[in-house]
């Protein structure tokens, strides 16, 4: 038995969140309250993963596709070998969605991310400039590769972020199509309403960011704790998140571009 059929696998900051929340409207599809589970890289031995797989997916009604979304998914190098370990888990017929952005777009917001939720404190240039991971996630073939060669290129989705928000019903009902679901049954998307918005973060710092991200949280707590409830939690324990208004200089926009590019195919129209 196949404790998931599907995963959303990036990119981080490509309009996963409210991919997720939209295709959660679909009665024929099940996707846990909570997103980015990061199973796959966050636990060290298969009986593990699969129980946890087994917990965060047990509200699921029989007949419905279990999936989940975590952008970790995605990260090479840190993250390596998580296609192969989803493979050996839940055999070839699972099916992949990867949603991508303009990849520097990608990079700054992804930038913003960390900085309004406290993991970041340098300054944008600074980071950009320094850290890989702002252009390596964005080198989205690479990323997507290992996926491609674990369950074939059938398997696997890619979609433009753009394309997703310029008509974000007609796309997650191709998502659903993808999954196996009849997409006529997933009602029309509320384009105005989008998810995971940093005016909404809280900064996540020092053992308050230890306990949030620790596997007593992560796998034995989170996943039985309804949204509204950690929503309210996080407001006690932690500081509004601080905002960024610094703008990239043209600079390090060009050497995050020559990182990027260096070894990325756009998305193909598909």
Not at 141 to 164: C, H, M, N, P, T
Not at 191 to 220: C, I, P
Request: proline content about 5%.
């Amino acid at each position: 038995m196949s404790y998931c059929e599907f995963l959303i696998v990036g990119a981080m900051k490509a309009g996963t969140t409210t991919l997720y929340r939209d295709i959660q409207e679909h009665p024929d599809l099940f996707l846990p309250e909570q997103k980015e589970p990061e199973i796959l890289c966050n636990l060290s031995n298969d009986k593990d993963r699969l129980q946890a797989y087994k917990r965060l997916m047990q509200p699921a009604k029989a007949g419905q596709f279990r999936g989940e979304a975590s952008t970790a998914y995605t990260k090479l190098p840190d993250y390596p070998e998580v296609a192969d370990i989803a493979l050996r888990l839940f055999g070839p017929n699972l099916k992949i969605i990867y949603l991508q952005r303009e990849p520097v777009a990608r990079a700054i917001s992804h930038y913003r991310h960390e900085f309004v939720g406290g993991v970041e404190s340098r300054d944008i240039d600074t980071a950009l400039a320094d850290s890989l991971c702002y252009a390596n996630y964005g080198r989205y073939d690479w990323q997507i590769d290992q996926w491609v060669k674990a369950f074939g290129e059938s398997a696997v989705l890619r979609l433009s972020f753009d394309d997703y928000i310029a008509n974000r019903t007609a796309v997650a009902r191709q998502v659903c199509a993808h999954i196996g679901v009849d997409p006529e049954l997933l009602p029309e998307v509320p384009d105005q309403e989008v998810h995971n918005s940093s005016s909404d973060k809280y900064a996540e710092t020092g053992m308050r960011r230890l306990f949030l991200h620790s596997k007593l949280f992560q796998v034995w707590l989170k996943p039985y704790i309804p949204l509204s409830v950690r929503l309210k939690f996080k407001k006690v324990i932690l500081n509004k998140a601080k905002k960024s208004e610094k703008i990239v200089t043209s600079s390090t926009e060009k050497l995050l571009r020559e990182r990027i590019y260096a070894n990325l195919n756009r998305v193909n129209d598909r």
